[in-house]
T-cell receptor
């Protein structure tokens, strides 16, 4: 079974600085997707960024970027120019590539609580 | 707005009481999921459904039942609530095939139900 590990239960960063959240995963599959979700106090699950395993290029979305190391099964999230609104729980998630008739489910890590200090 | 709607948003139950959580989606998604979120545990899959009339167990199914009589609805039932079922419950839905144009590859989450069992 696939597992996702986030080794940092809590992280903090100063406003305008950069922080990196770690995620490792275990799978025997060669093709899959990786995601970072943000959950603010409102509880809503918000997709931050996604990465397709077959792509070597790291995904980037504005101030958010990932460092995807497929061989090491590592998928870290870098937040640049941190803002107060970035404070939230961040979840790393994995799922297999969906095939006909399958139901590839999202497998989540336990989360990292990010605090942004003014 | 199109999306996933969960009702109720909050509920307090006494031990032994029963209740049903309703999840409704209007995106014509084939797949639907129920997750529970507990502090330090991330999101764990309870049950899921790949289509109308079909359900399957996830990672933590004990104490829950589900039904999907209509494609747009996925119900989660607690027959005899226990304090260990105090949690935040999330419903999600997705297409059965990966859709390249979908921003999050088809996963849409509801806003969650906070359930307390006393």
């Amino acid at each position: 079974a696939q597992t996702v590990t986030q080794s940092q239960p809590e992280m903090s960063v100063q406003e305008a600085e950069t922080v990196t959240l770690s995620c490792t995963y275990d799978t025997s599959e060669s093709d899959y997707y990786l995601f970072w979700y943000k959950q603010p106090p409102s509880r809503q699950m918000i997709l931050v960024i996604r990465q397709e395993a077959y792509k070597q290029q790291n995904a980037t979305e504005n101030r958010f970027s990932v460092n995807f190391q497929k061989a090491a099964k590592s998928f870290s999230l870098k937040i640049s120019d941190s803002q107060l609104g970035d404070a939230a729980m961040y979840f790393c998630a994995y799922r297999r590539v969906r095939s006909q008739g399958g139901s590839e489910k999202l497998v989540f890590g336990k989360g990292t609580k990010l605090t942004v200090n003014p | 707005n199109a999306g996933v709607t969960q009702t109720p948003k909050f509920r307090v139950l006494k031990t032994g009481q029963s209740m049903t959580l309703l999840c409704a989606q209007d995106m014509n998604h084939e797949y639907m999921y129920w997750y529970r979120q507990d502090p330090g545990m991330g999101l764990r899959l309870i049950h899921y459904s790949v289509g109308e009339g079909t359900t399957a167990k996830g990672e933590v199914p004990d104490g829950y039942n589900v039904s999907r009589l209509k494609k747009q609805n996925f119900l989660l039932g607690l027959e005899s609530a226990a304090p260990s079922q105090t949690s935040v419950y999330f419903c999600a839905s997705s297409y059965s095939r990966d859709r390249a144009f979908s921003a999050n590859y088809g996963y849409t989450f509801g806003s969650g139900t906070r359930l307390t069992v006393v």
